[in-house]
């Protein structure tokens, strides 16, 4: 079984910065994919922000404010989030999957973890 765990998230300032951890622990095979959701308050799906699988992919809305990375020794993957706004406030899921494009149908699932951007 495979156990993803958030951390990270809080209370920013618009215009501050957050960079979110995904430990991924358990029975991991030698390589998988791993993406970042976000669902936004009052909104009833998981949104796609970044994943890394065969190269680091970005929604629209976040390309050169966010930025995906990983540290395999430590099995984690990372979310460094600049400049937030309002826009960006949400609960924030990671997701693993075997070798392939990330998508919001993966198996394993992080509890999530809240992100606010407010004066």
């Known amino acids: 079984q495979v156990q993803l765990v958030e951390s990270g998230g809080g209370l920013v300032q618009p215009g501050g910065s957050l960079k979110l951890s995904c430990e991924i622990t358990g029975r991991t095979p030698s390589s998988y994919s791993v993406g970042w959701f976000r669902q936004a308050p009052a909104k009833g799906r998981r949104v796609f922000v970044a994943?890394?699988?065969?190269?680091?992919r970005y929604a629209d809305s976040v390309k050169g404010q966010f930025t995906i990375s990983r540290d395999h020794a430590k099995n984690t993957v990372y979310l460094q989030m600049n400049n937030l706004t309002s826009q960006d406030k949400a609960v924030y899921y990671c997701?693993?999957?075997?070798?392939?494009?990330?998508?919001?149908?993966?198996?394993?699932w992080g509890r999530g973890i809240q992100v606010t951007v407010s004066s």
């Open positions: 994943a890394l699988d065969f190269f680091p």
């Open positions: 997701a693993a999957s075997e070798p392939k494009p990330v998508t919001v149908n993966e198996p394993y």
